[in-house]
């Protein structure tokens, strides 16, 4: 049973991590609104993304200032990596 919890975490682990790499490559990319990407794929993965980023950017405001460039996603993705190599530490010490 914990196989498959942890199978089951790990993927939504993934595929968040996945969901962040997307969103910060097509954040270079500016799609008109009526593009079908605009419409239907960036809705969703901000709705996704933006609850966990909001906090982090709200924390980088003071030190990024005049900044272009947000490391709230790539701070964001480090932190996932970490839960994901915890919840592997900790699952298999539970194993075993």
């Given amino acids: 049973m914990a196989i ?3 199978k089951v975490l790990d993927l ?14 097509l ?3 500016q799609f008109p609104p009526y593009h ?3 419409r239907h794929l960036l809705p969703p993965m901000y709705a ?20 272009p460039v947000d490391f709230s996603v790539a701070i ?3 932190a996932v ?6 919840l592997v530490r900790v699952l298999y010490m539970g194993l075993g």
Avoid: C, D, H
């Fill in 76 to 78: 964001l993705m480090v």
């Fill in 12 to 25: 939504i682990l993934v595929l968040y991590l996945a969901v962040l790499f997307f969103r910060a490559l």
């Fill in 36 to 38: 079908p990407v605009a």
């Fill in 27 to 29: 954040s270079w990319v």
């Fill in 48 to 67: 996704i993304t933006e609850p966990l980023l909001l906090p982090i950017r709200r924390w980088l405001a003071p030190y990024q200032r005049n900044s």
């Fill in 4 to 6: 498959l919890l942890y």
């Fill in 81 to 86: 990596m970490v839960v994901r190599n915890l």
